[in-house]
Nanobody, 122 residues
Framework: VQLQAFGGGLVQAGGSLTLSCAAS????????MGWFRQAPGEEREFVAA????????YYADSLKGRFTISGDNAKNTVYLKMNSLKPEDTAVYYC????????????????WGQGTLVTVSS
């Protein structure tokens, strides 16, 4: 499966942004789709993921309530809606596809998009 993330940009603190991840290749619904992020000098961290069949979701505890992941099977696209953005949300955001529902470990995701930069100004 090939993944392409887009929608990043510059936003002021308190603002919102929606990222998209378009998937092509093998059936979109075959994979758990996740979002990760990596800030400069930091390790890549889990943000959110959505399951394969029922599209159930799970989040990093610190981001619950501000970020929402959703999927559109007809468009083979996963979205990440980010609200009340903070400067510490500044990072490159990556979408990824894997087979292990419930995993927050990047190594369990075998396919990655190129990343899209989100910059939150104070």
């Amino acid at each position: 499966v090939q993944l392409q993330a887009f929608g990043g940009g510059l936003v002021q603190a308190g603002g919102s942004l929606t990222l998209s991840c378009a998937a092509s290749g093998r059936t979109f619904r075959s994979y758990v789709m996740g979002w990760f992020r990596q800030a400069p000098g930091e390790e890549r961290e889990f943000v959110a993921a959505i399951g394969r069949s029922d599209r159930s979701t799970y989040y990093a505890d610190s981001l619950k309530g501000r970020f929402t992941i959703s999927g559109d099977n007809a468009k083979n696209t996963v979205y990440l809606k980010m609200n009340s953005l903070k400067p510490e949300d500044t990072a490159v955001y990556y979408c990824a596809a894997g087979l292990q529902y419930g995993s927050t470990w990047s190594a369990t995701y075998g396919y990655w998009g190129q990343g899209t930069l989100v910059t939150v100004s104070s």
